[in-house]
T-cell receptor
Framework: GAVVSQHPSRVICKSGTSVKIECRSL??????MFWYRQFPKQSLMLMAT?????????EQGVEKDKFLINHASLTLSTLTVTSAHPEDSSFYIC???????????????FGQGTRLTVV | AQSVTQPDIHITVSEGASLELRCNYSYGATPYLFWYVQSPGQGLQLLLK??????LVQGIKGFEAEFKRSQSSFNLRKPSVHWSDAAEYFCAVGLSSNDYKLSFGAGTTVTVRA
């Protein structure tokens, strides 16, 4: 299957600083990428949908000014956690959709995730 | 609101034994249903998905899942587990035919003992 790469896989940052997480589709163009967050022992929660060249669409309850998403090219989306605090510590995962449409038409592939720890 | 429940947080199974992971969903219509597996340091890998047709779906790595509308369930099975099947397994639901937003269960960690 297609490959989605996330970087970094782990990051530790100080409270108050910002952290950028990259999600790249290595061998296909992704017009849409999705960002998820996973708390320990809980589900992956969709945070936002990122469309190339346009503003991201955030799910209810997700602070768009805190979690800045940029999808500047068909192969790269970035999530920046601004002014990070310990409660932002979590596992962040992106997925990239091949082509358009839903599960009946296409596939989405996941990155390996980024473990963020804010100290 | 839609939800996905995986009742078992952790399952331990002997190598060669059968495995069944449970998944229940709450949604009015028949959603798109998925099972993903995540090994340490790896991304989520799709095992199988269902959206119509035969309710018994075959996936990769010898896995299968059965959709039961009456029970709102989509349980994952494997007849004979290998040590390499130790991983975390996620059931997910897709609600739209036009995008790939997924709602996930909390996951089940599978440990395989020799």
């Amino acid at each position: 299957g297609a490959v989605v790469s996330q970087h970094p896989s782990r990051v530790i940052c100080k409270s108050g600083t910002s952290v950028k997480i990259e999600c790249r589709s290595l061998d296909f163009q992704a017009t849409t990428m999705f960002w998820y967050r996973q708390f320990p022992k809980q589900s992956l929660m969709l945070m936002a949908t990122s469309n190339e060249g346009s503003k991201a669409t955030y799910e209810q309850g997700v602070e768009k000014d805190k979690f800045l998403i940029n999808h500047a090219s068909l192969t790269l989306s970035t999530l920046t956690v601004t002014s990070a605090h310990p409660e932002d510590s979590s596992f962040y995962i992106c997925s990239a959709r091949v082509g358009v449409g839903g599960p009946g038409d296409t596939e989405a592939f996941f990155g390996q995730g980024t473990r963020l720890t804010v100290v | 609101a839609q939800s996905v429940t995986q009742p078992d947080i952790h399952i331990t199974v002997s190598e060669g034994a059968s495995l069944e992971l449970r998944c229940n969903y709450s949604y009015g219509a028949t959603p798109y249903l998925f099972w993903y597996v995540q090994s340490p340091g790896q991304g989520l890998q799709l095992l199988l998905k269902y959206f119509s047709g035969d309710t018994l779906v075959q996936g990769i790595k010898g896995f299968e899942a059965e959709f039961k509308r009456s029970q709102s369930s989509f349980n994952l099975r494997k007849p004979s587990v290998h040590w390499s099947d130790a991983a975390e397994y996620f059931c997910a639901v897709g609600l739209s035919s036009n995008d790939y937003k997924l709602s996930f269960g909390a996951g089940t960690t599978v440990t395989v003992r020799a």
